[in-house]
DNA sequence: TTGCTGCCTTGATCTGCATCAAGGCAGGTT
DNA sequence: AACCTGCCTTGATGCAGATCAAGGCAGCAA
């Protein structure tokens, strides 16, 4: 609290530093629905930012003027009660669009976990390049879709896993499609997982108490589940236990 | 167990026994994003039946081979662990587009709670018919991104809520938009919430047991919150107080 | 170096809701 | 009427995970 902040909150750079054609995201965003030839029509309307780690740049019940996709980094999407209770809902990384919404206000808030990039785009703009655009709308109801699902998935973590159960879901999803900012989701399950977020994030998305978390990782640890070189690195040891742990199997 | 059943589990009706254009459903479905000269192409692709109650018609997990559309009645749409225990993701009431998902499998069961009539489609053929109409494209983007914020709702609801919470988000929910088989969502408060499905169906949809919802009931009759004239109709009596508990103020 | 801060871990205790158990009631069948 | 059966309510008890509390450790500023 010492000095004051000069520095904008959100660094812009009206002309994309990389251009939409060149853009190391676009293979896994909607994006790629649009074709290499039609592509200057979507840069024009993009502006892209960069956004500190801890940057709220999203704030729930505000107007809902932009979209946004993802270029770089993670994001953690959430819904607040007025206690300060905090639901995260899912982590936005590379490729993944946000602020899909009929209503005109955003239904919940955004916050950088790490460092990010993203694209914004006026609502009104994106919105009328769609309408000529048909196989971007399309590609916009698969990403919906797949949301829905994977929305579904967590209800039935929330409402009915055990601590132990919503551990290994989270670990064996983010084994499988969230590997070390390889978001290609390659189906490959891998040895290391990343977790950028803080003990306290990963209790907030999977409805539990920071302690709980904690010791549950480290009984984990203890039982050769999984090793924890350091808070932010798990070792997967043994998959086919988590992965039954986490379908429900005991 | 004593007698064989004859009847077909579904009875069918190819000719659907109201053409698209007379549907009653049609305001409040995707439907409607066809206009009447072309809706005689979208009556030819669907299949009227009808589902007794109790009866389960998408299967988690089956080959996903069609797309449905709840014209009367409701659904509840589950999924399960393999243990038995059940998570309600949502309820399926009059206009309600099922199916949607990239996956070839179906993501969730659905199980009708009273008798229901739905709309079948063959779901290469609708399609095959959405390439000719984006403007339903469009519409279905609608009615996922509306279902996304609903879900992150039940998100926040199943991880952070008390039980009181929980059924006061309930009702109030159901007492805006799905009361007495109205699902205008009007948006007025309604005196009375009927509940189509029972205590155990709203259990597992607020991630609860059967005893601490009717429990829980009790109290907020005892409270003169709500009225319970019986098991299946709730008159709200405290609507300002019921909505400060759904959103967590005490 | 010292001290501070944010994050994580671990232990002791508490509690909201689950579990176990029993009984009530409405609707349907014999 | 007598008897199911399915659903709901109510009471007693138990426990998984929350809460309360304390300490460890890495990174950073003074």
């Known amino acids: 609290m010492t000095h004051l902040r000069v520095r904008p909150l959100i660094v812009e750079s009206v002309r994309p530093s990389e251009p939409c054609a060149a853009c190391e995201a ?5 994006c790629n629905a649009i074709d290499q030839r039609d592509i200057e029509r979507l840069a024009a309307l993009a502006v892209s930012l960069s956004v500190d780690a801890g940057r ?10 932009h979209f946004f996709n993802v270029t770089a980094g993670t994001a953690k999407l959430f819904k607040l009660l007025p206690d300060g209770r905090r639901q995260i809902t899912g982590f936005a990384s590379m490729g993944t669009f946000l602020g899909l919404a009929v209503s005109s206000t955003y239904a919940f808030g955004a916050e950088a976990v790490e460092p ?16 000529d655009f048909p196989a971007m709308e399309k590609r916009l109801l698969e990403v919906a879709s797949n949301e829905l699902v994977a929305a579904q ?4 973590l ?10 290994a879901s989270f670990l064996v999803t ?4 969230a590997g070390n900012g390889a978001p290609a989701c390659g189906h490959r399950a891998a040895e290391k997982v990343t977790l ?8 907030d998305y999977l409805g539990l ?13 203890s039982e050769r589940l999984i090793d924890i070189p350091n808070a932010a690195d798990i070792l997967i040891r043994d998959h086919a236990a988590l992965r039954s742990l986490a379908t429900g199997l005991h």
Chains 1, 2 share one sequence.
């Open 153 to 156: 998935e967590q209800m039935l």
């Open 56 to 65: 709220t740049f999203i704030e729930e019940g505000d107007p809902a003027e």
């Open 174 to 177: 983010r084994g499988v499609c």
């Open 209 to 221: 108490t920071i302690e709980t978390v904690s010791r549950t990782l480290t009984r984990f640890k």
């Open 26 to 30: 676009r293979p896994f965003s909607v």
């Open 196 to 203: 950028p977020m803080t003990r306290s994030d990963i209790a």
């Open 158 to 167: 929330l409402g009915r896993k055990t601590a132990r159960e919503r551990l």
């Open 116 to 131: 990010m990039r993203i694209c914004r785009f006026s609502r009104p703009k994106l919105r009328a390049l769609l309408d």
